[in-house]
Nanobody, 124 residues
Framework: QLAEFGGGSVQAGGSLRLSCTVS????????MGWFRQAPGKEREFVAA????????DYEDAVKDRFTISRDNAKNTAYLQMNSLKPEDTAVYYC???????????????????WGQGTRVTVSS
């Protein structure tokens, strides 16, 4: 199971840190992804991290503002979001890709397990 925390409402320019804790399985050889879905839009890739190597990938719109990381001891991944903009408003989901022998993926179909989502609202 994936449990997300950390969503909320902030003003533009503010910061939030999302967390995603994995329980019930070993994740040492998985990839963790963060996605988001704004009202009326498709779910889109935000960032991903290899749990084993720590390599990362970011969608261009967040690359210089968001940081994905993981804490192996806590089985938890984080998404630090700085300089938030109104267009970052969405429900954010973490997801687990068990096929870590593949490269980090930006496709929702590559991820087998999903969290329940946490809402982020950025006001101007």
């Amino acid at each position: 199971q994936l449990a997300e925390f950390g969503g909320g409402s902030v003003q533009a320019g503010g910061s939030l840190r999302l967390s995603c804790t994995v329980s019930g399985r070993a994740i040492a050889s998985c990839h963790m992804g963060w996605f988001r879905q704004a009202p009326g839009k498709e779910r889109e890739f935000v960032a991903a991290i290899s749990w084993n190597t720590g390599s990362t990938d970011y969608e261009d719109a967040v690359k210089d503002r968001f940081t994905i990381s993981r804490d192996n001891a806590k089985n938890t991944a984080y998404l630090q979001m700085n300089s938030l903009k109104p267009e970052d408003t969405a429900v954010y989901y973490c997801a687990l890709d068990l096929q870590a022998w593949n490269p980090l993926s930006r496709q929702t179909t590559a991820y087998e397990y999903w969290g329940q989502g946490t809402r982020v609202t950025v006001s101007s």
